[in-house]
């Protein structure tokens, strides 16, 4: 719906989207829950089977059992998972948005074919907010505990946001609206995730880059790094604009998207530019890695099914 002016929207961090919804076997256009920084809390009203990905924001039963991230747990009906915010173990994923999952995914109301939530408009999701006290999280495939138990495979499609090098971007078109020098600049700083970041997308602290020339409105996408008049660059994300005015100096590659999801204000980028081409090979072989995951967690799950009738 962007023509309309609608934002992609739904989830910051499409690979932990993706693997809550692999762990539990749930198709792609199911829907996830998506929690920020932590300090939220569930109560199981029945026993489900729950998925955890993206960051690791120390969930955590209300008995004190710690529950990992990339794995599938069993909720008993009755207990209570929260999010303390602070990471559960040396080995997960800093960050700052987990994923849920729930069987089949979770119901939600669609809005143009979509759930996902755009909340400065009232779109998607429940009724186009957050979640709020007394809202239930409905598993579309309700009682089905059969996932309990799956685990994200060691050493297998590894989450973007452990990749140690730059951010990769591609050259954006405006660069002759930009001062001189400015691509190298950009390039050769580091720069902070500045405090008022927030879903539609990253505010930047570092050297500026210069004003940029007013330019005519043109189309933009997650990921496009423009540089307003003050010379801090900003990155759009899921609920950025589908239009603007600023030059875009990049746009970073849709593979590394889900590292900007996950960042916290205060944490440091730098950034490395590479060729379309090499931006295009590093989704596909994302994407080819989380199939390869998807189909092991389902062939062992069809496994345990006929072991089960064999032993029935």
Same mark, same amino acid.
């Given at each position: ?26 198709? @792609? ?14 109560? #199981?009203?029945?026993?489900? #089977? ?46 700052? /948005? ?10 939600? %109301?669609?809005?143009?074919?979509? #759930?996902?939530?755009?909340?400065? +408009? !009232?779109? !998607? ?16 495939? /309700? ?17 973007? #946001? %452990?990749?140690?090098? @730059?951010? *990769? ?61 003050? !010379? ?31 960042? /916290?204000?205060?944490?440091?980028? *730098? ?9 295009? +090979? ?22 345990? *099914? ?7």
């Amino acid at each position: 719906m962007a023509h309309l002016g609608v934002p992609r929207s739904g989830a910051v961090d499409g690979w932990g989207h993706a693997a809550a919804l692999i762990l539990v076997g749930a198709p @792609p256009h199911a829907v996830t829950a998506e929690v920020t920084l932590g300090a939220a809390e569930l109560l #199981a009203i029945e026993a489900c #089977a729950v998925s955890l990905a993206g960051a690791d924001l120390g969930a955590e039963r209300d008995d004190g059992l710690p529950l990992a991230g990339g794995r599938v747990h069993r909720l008993p009906a009755g207990a209570r998972l929260r999010f303390t915010g602070a990471p559960a173990s040396a080995g997960g994923v800093r960050g700052a /948005r987990a994923y849920l999952g729930l069987a089949g995914g979770i119901e939600a %109301t669609l809005v143009g074919g979509s #759930a996902s939530t755009l909340a400065s +408009a !009232g779109l !998607g999701g429940f009724g186009g907010r957050g979640a709020q006290p007394g809202d239930r999280l409905v598993p579309v495939r /309700r009682g089905d505990l059969g996932a309990i138990g799956h685990a994200w495979p060691d050493g297998a499609a590894p989450h973007p #946001a %452990t990749r140690a090098q @730059p951010v *990769r971007f591609v050259r954006g078109p405006d660069a002759r609206h930009l001062a001189g020098g400015a691509l190298g600049a950009f390039i050769a700083a580091a720069w902070t995730v500045a405090p008022d970041s927030n879903r539609m997308g990253l505010r930047l602290v570092g050297p500026p880059l210069g004003p940029g020339e007013e330019i005519l409105s043109h189309p933009l996408v997650p990921g496009a790094i423009q540089v307003p008049s003050g !010379g801090l660059p900003l990155v759009l994300l899921a609920d950025g604009p589908t239009l603007g005015g600023y030059p875009v100096i990049g746009v970073v590659a849709r593979a590394d998207l889900p590292r900007l999801g996950q960042m /916290r204000p205060g944490d440091v980028i *730098r950034f490395e530019e590479v060729a379309p081409g090499d931006a295009r +090979a590093a989704y596909f072989a994302q994407a080819r890695a989380l199939e390869r995951v998807a189909a092991m967690l389902a062939g062992d799950a069809v496994w345990n *099914r006929l072991s089960d009738d064999a032993r029935g």
